[in-house]
């Protein structure tokens, strides 16, 4: 047996040493077949490592039950513009999409943002008054990490990136021509940063809400910084039944 095992290796080397081009032919199958695996296994784990990075977040925030049992959001707080104007603010929030954001000014409370359920409405500050725009598009009230998939996003995993002193991992959503960069602490998965095409938000000082964790400071900027703030919350009240005519303008 071995005698005859000895003969089809040397019978295996003779071939190979008398014809060179055989053997570096087959090497060069093989280097574009490993080539081939490396890429679609590296598909595969930065696509399964996405999903997990989001289903992750999802958990360490408060779970997905909890976040789907949430129907409306008081944040109150108060809103930095540019180095010294600062206001009080109050954000409504309730299920599927109303809003509605409330500064005081002079002691008054002034709407200059929102939707009722049918209509969008924004501040004209050239005008000095809150006017209706048929072109509003409304948020959804979860975020886009809840039900991504059913939503139809794109999830891609971007590798790890350094935000100050916090190493991230790094995931794109895409839906058609929107794309979305997000950024979560390596550690708690807590959002960190947030890249849309005109803005650029930081989330930080997350704090616990009931069953959720929070982010207690949030700050927006943009290339044109005509928008810039940073919006400081002190109080946060979830599930609270707010009037009949709260979302009216």
Known sequence: MMSVLYFQIASFSNSILKKPYIWHDKMKLMKKLLLVFILIFSHSVFAQTAK???DKNIEMSGGLTNWKLLNSVLLQGKVILGIKDEYPIKIYQQ???LTKTVI????????????DGTKGYAMNYAANKVQEYPDYSPESFDNDFIDWESKGFDAKYLGKEKIGNIYCHKVELTKNVNVNVYYFDAKSYMLIKEVKKDETLLYSDYKKVGNLLLPFRIESSSAKKDGDYVMLINRVDVNKVFPANTFKF
Request: zero cysteines; proline letters at 6%.
């Open 52 to 54: 997990e990075i989001i």
């Open 95 to 97: 299920r599927p999409n």
């Open 104 to 115: 005081t000014i002079g002691g008054k409370d002034t709407a200059i943002e929102g939707y």
